[in-house]
Each structure stands twice: as C-alpha cells, then as structure tokens.
C-alpha cells in the first residue's frame, strides 16, 4: 500500500518505480521522502523514515537489493531519519524479497574455498588493526556474542560468562589438552589455562591476532600452557596434534557450504576419543549462500551454516550431540553494545579509516543485530563427544 502526500514537484517515472519496488516492504509502515516527495508505504503511523538524495536503479535493485540500498546508505545517498537499528529492525525482517541475481553475482557469492583465499578473506576483516577493535570490543577483546546472566550485564561481564559457560561444557581437567579453531585474540584460551591447567594450542589465520595473543600469553606467564599458530585447519590432521578437547567460536561462518564435512573431519583427526568439541557459530534455519552486501564489504566468503546440516555430517562422522542452545537473542544484544561503543568512538574511527567506513560498520552492526532479533540468524553451541562417551555426568554439569 502507497499513499502518497502532496509535495511541491511531481515524482518523475523512474522515482514513481522505485517507490513501487519499495512498496512490497509493507509490513512496518515507514515513509519514503525523495526531493519533497513523501510517500507512505504500509498501513498505520510511520515506524521510520527514509530519506534518499539519490536513488539507485531499478537494474541495482534487482541485482541485489542489499548492496543498492547498503551502498547507498554508505554513501550518503541514503539516510534514516531516527534511529538506524529501529528502521533496520522493522525493514530487516523482510529481507525475503529482496532480490538477489545470484548469476550476475555468482564470483562474490560462491568465492574460492582455496586455502589462498580464504586466508585474503580472513584477513581483509580480522586484520583491520588491534587499535581498531579495542575500541568498541570489551576487555576480553571477544568478537563473538556473549552471554547476559542478568539484563544490567555489562558487555564484559557478558563476555567472561559465556568463556565461563563454554569452558564448563568442555568439562575441563586439570591437564588436559585443548584446541581452539579460530582462536581469535586468545581470551578462551588464556582463562582455561589459569582456571584449569590445560595445555592448549589456538589457531587463527589473522596475524594481528596472532601477534596479540603472543603478548597475552607472555603478560599471563602461560608459555609453558600455552602456543598459538598461524594454520589452516586443514592442515590439522598432518600436524601430528592430538586433544582431549575442541572448541571453536565463530570460526565456522568462513568455512563455506563445501568445505563443512572436510572441518569435522579435520577436527575428528585430532581429537582422543570420547573427547569433547563444541561448535559456537551463526546458524540459519534453511541453507542460502549468503548476503551479497556482507560478502563484498565486511565478510568476503562468509556463509551461514544451518543447523540441521551441521548436525546431519556430524552424525555421518560419529560425532554424538549432546545439547545445542540458541543464544540468538544475546547476539542482538552484544551487537547492541558492539554499536553503543562505536558511537563512542565514530571520531576517531573516522579520522582513520573515513566517513564511508564509518556508515559502512554502523550498517553492519546495526543490520546483524536487527537480523538477530528477526530470527533471519541465530547464534548455536553444540556440545559434541567424539564417539559413545559413558563417563560424563548424565545431568547438565554445567
């Protein structure tokens, strides 16, 4: 539905098509002001208002409605009047019928799964600077969703319990041993050293990580608990490596939709049997390739896996499930806290990196958490044992 208010010059045919295109995201009323024209798409009271100094094309649109409207929000071309995350969390859950020319995109979409690329890939995103994630990231410098015990949770404390939530599902010992895939800037690792005498090895293709992590073992004393490597997982099985323990955080997301059996089995090979491995990653209910505007600007190659296909190879390779918990509603809100600290910091980001960046991460995050709350994503733990494990507790020791 379209109402159109009285402005002071006509809408020419091409802005009159747009409208129309925007039209069928009517489920949340919102206005559309182009010029002077106004337009009302939806039924009610406006949740929102889009104001557009320049509009893309029609041929933009159907090739792929995300980046059109991300591209145009990024460059000016495009602004909300109001709060970003309120507009993105009324229009964002229709993301149905955007269109997506998966032929035209099919380079961006389906990207190489060489080791080569993935490793450009990785970088291009994790490897942005130190400096620049300290800023709105917590203490613990998590880049994954956390865990809010209580709603007065700080993003910190969110943090630390959900370290302290996966290290009880690992049901860790003294001793043990303990790899963490995509181990980011090493706080998992470091907490299960202190609190539970492991020796562990995290892995990580980004090499600003890599060289954080070094400086927190050696502040921590850990060197003899304690090493992190730049590797691929695929080279896990020649390694020679073997643990009690696995876990990965986040890390699964840049695999790609070919690639899920060869990780688990790339994980089964390092594992002792009856071992522990838990999976945290973005999920979806149903598999798709991805978003087109997230793949070109903030994670080339990423794909979210869903979860039924997750738990269908792991069973094919004698992985038994013994709990999976959504955290989809604590992802929307650590995104939250992710963009409250980046609005803190918005001068200094853009004396770094520029005004198009800044609009270009506002988007990101604001968009993730609004996909959160619309159950567009979800956030899962899988708790896996290599193989029959009779000796764990029957309860939920954790």
């Given at each position: ?297 903030i994670f080339p190659?990423g794909v979210i ?15 038994y499930t013994l ?76």
């Amino acid at each position: 539905m379209i109402e159109q208010k009285i402005g002071v010059t006509e809408m020419n045919l091409t802005e009159k098509e747009f409208v129309k295109f925007l039209s069928k995201f009517d489920e949340h009323p919102f206005d559309v002001k182009i010029g002077d024209e106004v337009s009302h798409i939806g039924k009610g009271e406006p949740e929102f208002k889009v104001i557009f100094h320049e509009i893309p094309s029609m041929k933009e649109l159907l090739t792929s409605t995300s980046i059109a409207l991300g591209e145009a929000y990024m460059d000016g071309k495009l602004e909300i009047e109001g709060d970003l995350y309120h507009a993105l969390n009324m229009f964002l859950g229709q993301m149905g019928k955007f269109s997506t020319d998966k032929k035209a995109l099919k380079k961006l979409i389906f990207s190489s799964l060489t080791k080569k690329n993935q490793q450009k890939e990785v970088s291009s995103h994790y490897d942005i600077g130190n400096d620049f994630y300290k800023m709105w990231l917590d203490e613990t410098m998590s880049y994954s969703c956390g865990y809010f015990k209580h709603p007065e949770d700080t993003l910190y404390q969110a943090q630390v319990q959900k370290v302290e939530r996966i290290l009880k599902k690992l049901y860790l010992k003294e001793g043990m041993t303990l790899c963490d895939i995509g181990c980011g800037w090493g706080y998992l690792l470091i907490e299960a050293a202190k609190k539970y005498g492991i020796k562990g090895v995290g892995i990580t293709l980004s090499k600003e990580q890599k060289k954080k992590f070094e400086e927190r073992i050696k502040e921590n004393h850990l060197e003899s608990q304690l090493e992190v490597r730049l590797m691929d997982y695929r080279d896990l099985p020649e390694s020679g490596l073997k643990f009690d323990r696995v876990v990965s955080v986040g890390m699964l997301e840049h695999v790609g939709r070919d690639n899920y059996e060869l990780f688990m089995k790339c994980v089964k090979s390092i594992m002792n049997p009856g071992g522990l491995f838990l999976l945290h990653y973005i999920s979806a209910l149903q598999e798709h390739p991805g978003d087109a505007w997230v793949k070109k600007y903030i994670f080339p190659g990423g794909v979210i896996p869903s979860l039924r296909e997750i738990i269908h190879i792991a069973g094919d390779h004698q992985f038994y499930t013994l709990d999976v918990e959504s955290l989809r509603r604590h992802y929307n809100k650590t995104l939250l806290c992710w963009n409250q600290n980046f609005q803190k910091h918005k001068d200094e980001i853009r004396e770094m990196f520029g005004e198009r960046f800044v609009r270009m991460w506002e988007l990101y995050l604001c968009a993730c958490a609004a996909t959160f709350m619309n159950g567009i994503i979800d956030l899962h733990q899988i708790l896996f044992t290599n193989g029959v494990n009779n000796d764990l507790p029957m309860t939920r020791w954790y």
